[in-house]
């Protein structure tokens, strides 16, 4: 009889740790990144908290450095349902929901606070909210960084310094119209084609946050690194509506919450970056030129703000430099 009891206690026990298991929904999260960059720590958090907030009933599949694709590719899979998650910066994201274009101007943020009072306050949220009717849901604002130049030709002070070199940039016609006022010969890639670009010399150079720089390893394939500044790269926690969809709303809380926390670890990291990166390029062997002449690249982009404020609204594009 006990032999009995026992056997089926057993039985119970591993029918409820079968279907305990049975109820583990892993989600495939990409990023172009390293597992150790801001991407990666931001993610890594977001992904902790899910699993805590779900009592493991969903967890993450890491897939960094590009390993599902470029940064488009990636929310086009997302949004088909063939990706579940993607964190990307808002690069390509303006070809796919129009309305966020407008934080890609160059020289639009004075400085991290003022570009995260945006992000997180409402002009930052209203932009969330145009995402669902494209088929993609905006879990939150995590952060890419701001953006400076690098070349392997020589220090970029002023625009004219910049004057012809043939620069990767992102799939954004906002960046490139702005780059284009600089002399530069803006040369869209995917970000996966990038260092071997550099390393062959197919492109003159690139611009980038510093914690990508960093991750990259950029120093082994490009000598000069200008702190120019010239554009904030904000990013995004993407998600399928596949997925999204079949969420309860209690754990749809869950994963909101949980990708403003991965947001927050995210920024921490670019902060961090910025403040030790830079010594870390230089010992890497990169010439930093760290004086750049902002007033003659804001000057420069004088003709490209004419063409933005018809595009996105002069009114609109005061709204967010009126930001404190």
């Not at 809380?253 to 926390?261: E, Q």
């Amino acid at each position: 009889m006990k032999l009995h009891r026992l056997a089926a206690g057993l039985s119970l026990g591993l029918g409820l740790a079968c279907a305990a298991h049975a109820q583990t929904t892993t989600l495939k999260i990409g990023y172009a990144t390293t597992k150790e960059s801001h991407y990666g720590v931001g993610s890594t958090v977001f992904c902790d908290e899910i699993e805590k907030g779900t009592q493991g009933r969903y967890k993450c599949q890491h897939f960094p450095n590009s390993a599902l694709g470029g940064e488009r590719e990636q929310i086009e899979a997302v949004q088909l349902g063939t990706q579940d998650l993607v964190n990307t910066s808002t690069g390509p994201v303006g070809n796919f929901v129009p309305e966020v274009k407008i934080v890609d101007i160059p020289f639009l943020f004075r400085d991290y606070d003022h570009a995260r009072k945006v992000m997180d306050g409402p002009i930052g949220q209203d932009i969330l909210s145009k995402f669902p009717s494209k088929g993609i849901i905006a879990l939150a604002w995590t952060e890419n960084g701001f953006r400076h130049m690098t070349n392997s030709k020589r220090d970029i002070v002023k625009p004219a310094d910049a004057a012809g070199l043939k620069m990767r940039t992102m799939e954004n016609k906002v960046h490139m119209d702005g780059y284009r006022t600089f002399g530069i010969l803006p040369t869209p890639m995917a970000f996966p084609e990038l260092f071997g670009a550099l390393q062959q010399g197919t492109v003159d150079g690139q611009e980038n946050p510093i914690p990508v720089i960093l991750s990259s390893k950029f120093a082994q394939v490009q000598k000069h690194l200008s702190l120019t500044g010239h554009v904030y790269s904000p990013a995004l926690l993407l998600m399928s509506p596949r997925v999204w969809n079949k969420l309860s709303d209690a754990d749809k809380k869950v994963f909101v919450d949980a990708a403003r926390k991965g947001g927050e670890a995210q920024r921490k990291k670019v902060n961090e970056d910025e403040n030790n990166g830079i010594a870390q390029l230089e010992k890497d062997g990169m010439k930093v030129t760290r004086t750049v002449d902002g007033a003659a690249f804001r000057e420069a982009l004088k003709p490209a703000y004419a063409s933005y404020a018809k595009e996105f609204g002069a009114d609109n594009i005061k709204k967010i430099t009126d930001v404190k």
